[in-house]
């Protein structure tokens, strides 16, 4: 057959156009919901990953194909395997009573916050996280929301968290506790760095 080409009937064409378009479809829900799991924006992924933000918003809608190099660095971001986008589903680590420091993931946020996993059990809906934010970091510059609910302890130092445009200033010891679809802002207005231990939950009861 050397110099022929490959006919593919219509009807197989059609079947493949809506298989690739189910598997991007389900690629799509699958980085959004991790995305906003992890409290992470559309910016905050789009930059850490190199592409822009609109296209991982089209991205995420199932409205376009992505390159393989691109989900490589959203998944990377996102601690998603291409096998695991592809699925639909999530690969559960085994429960384990004890998670030792080195292998908890630890990222540096496009905000600039350490922000070490301590323990992400999906099937509960729970992630506790150790953030540190320097001086002059927060989580960002107009405020945030997400779903889910959340409750945070500052470990050392100070920090300015900032409810629907009302701000408190928090210090060692004290305790936020906060219905994430709340616009707020978490700054580091200090000379000095401040950390903290945050448990997230995905769901809110209303």
């Known amino acids: 057959m050397d110099g022929e080409s490959l006919s593919i009937p219509e ?11 189910k598997t991007f479809a389900l690629i ?4 959004r919901k991790t995305r906003q799991r992890r409290r992470i924006t559309i910016q905050q992924l789009a930059d850490a990953s190199g592409i822009s933000a609109s296209m991982l918003s089209l991205v995420e809608r199932g409205m376009t194909s992505p390159s393989l190099l691109s989900l490589t660095a959203i998944g ?9 986008m592809m699925s639909g589903e999530l ?4 429960e384990e009573a004890v998670t ?18 301590l323990r992400q059990d999906r099937k509960r809906g729970v992630t506790i996280t150790y953030n540190e934010y320097g001086s002059g970091i ?16 500052v470990i050392e130092g100070e920090l300015t968290i900032e409810i629907d ?3 408190t200033v928090l210090h060692s010891g004290d305790v936020v506790s906060l219905r994430s ?3 707020h802002k978490i700054w580091n207005y200090s000379a000095s760095k401040a950390t903290t231990v945050w448990f997230n939950l995905d769901e809110a009861e209303s």
Do not use: C, W
Request: charged share 20%; net charge neutral; no cysteine.
């Open 28 to 31: 799509g829900q699958q980085i």
């Open 138 to 153: 927060g989580n960002s510059p107009v405020g945030i929301t997400h779903t889910g609910f959340e409750y945070g302890l």
């Open 91 to 94: 690969q559960e680590p085994p």
């Open 100 to 117: 030792r420091v080195q292998n908890m993931p630890l990222i540096k946020t496009p905000d600039g916050i350490l922000r070490r996993i």
């Open 76 to 84: 990377r971001n996102l601690g998603l395997t291409l096998a695991e």
């Open 165 to 167: 445009g009302i701000q």
């Open 181 to 183: 679809t709340r616009v």
């Open 11 to 21: 009807s197989a064409k059609a079947a493949v156009q809506e298989e690739t378009e």
